[in-house]
């Protein structure tokens, strides 16, 4: 399998207030191959957020590498990687962040707009990942008229719709009861395994440590173990 994305020797801190550094992560070695579920667990502040922020290109680590698809994007400008991020990336975050006053269909169709997907091919493109979703029948409804389960999955259907390389989710299922945060993972599994996505997800969903390919696990900052699961497809 093809590597796509790998950190090397990646730290981060942060200074506080009354001057003291918080080591968030130190020595990070981590590699994503194409086409594969990637988990990243680990207690509430172990820096979960922070390496997939630097991950996603939506932070800059202090020290050591990021590679995506060959190119070192520490190297980048700002600009080059708002574009990085826009194209071929996507993220899904606990807060599902919709656009309250667009329908489902609007909220897809806006993000391709966003990623310069062609304007003739978006709204069918748009009600495919919908329907890919399990929402044909909610396409017209808005945020506040879905559960957090289906709004979970617009925001899926979104960050897929413009084929990124790579969906970055942090704890995408933490804002969910149980059910409906374990069919959002299955949702996730699926997609790996049918449509070749490749997903780096943060989650304490024990649920999840069955269902991604590679483990990473962190406790303060570090990676503590690495486990590798034989899924069966
Ligand atoms: N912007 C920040 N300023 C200062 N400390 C931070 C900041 N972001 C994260 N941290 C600290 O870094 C550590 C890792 O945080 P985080 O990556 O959010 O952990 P997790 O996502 O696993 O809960 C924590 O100790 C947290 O307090
Ligand atoms: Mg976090």
């Given at each position: 399998m093809e590597n796509i994305l790998k950190a090397e020797n990646i730290s981060r801190e942060f200074k506080i207030g009354d001057g003291s550094v918080v080591h968030a992560l130190t020595n990070i070695d981590l590699d994503v191959n194409e086409g594969e579920l990637v988990c990243l667990r680990g207690r509430s502040g172990s820096g979960k957020t922070t390496l997939i922020n630097i991950l996603g290109a939506l932070d800059r680590q202090d020290g050591g590498t990021v590679?995506?698809?060959?190119e070192d994007i520490g190297?980048?400008?700002?600009?080059a990687r708002d574009k990085l991020r826009r194209k071929k990336l996507s993220f899904v975050f606990?807060?599902?962040?919709?656009?309250?006053?667009?329908?489902?269909?609007?909220n897809v169709e806006f993000s391709l707009r966003l990623a310069g997907y062609p304007i003739a091919g978006r709204t069918k493109r748009a009600k495919e990942c919908l329907a890919r979703v399990g929402l044909a029948k909610r396409m017209y409804h808005r945020p506040g008229e879905m559960s957090g389960g289906e709004q979970q999955r617009v925001a899926i259907a979104r960050a897929v719709a413009h084929k990124p390389k790579i969906i970055f989710a942090d704890e995408p299922t933490a804002a969910l009861d149980s059910t409906t945060g374990t069919a959002v993972l299955g949702l996730f599994r699926e997609l790996v395994r049918d449509d070749g996505i490749t997903v780096v997800m943060t989650t304490h969903d024990e649920a999840m440590m069955e269902l991604a390919d590679v483990v990473y696990s962190l406790e303060d900052g570090v990676i503590v173990d690495i486990k590798r699961n034989?899924?069966?497809?």
């Open positions: 590679t995506f698809c060959g190297k980048l400008s700002d600009a606990q807060s599902v962040a919709l656009i309250s006053t667009m329908t489902a269909l609007e034989d899924i069966p497809l």
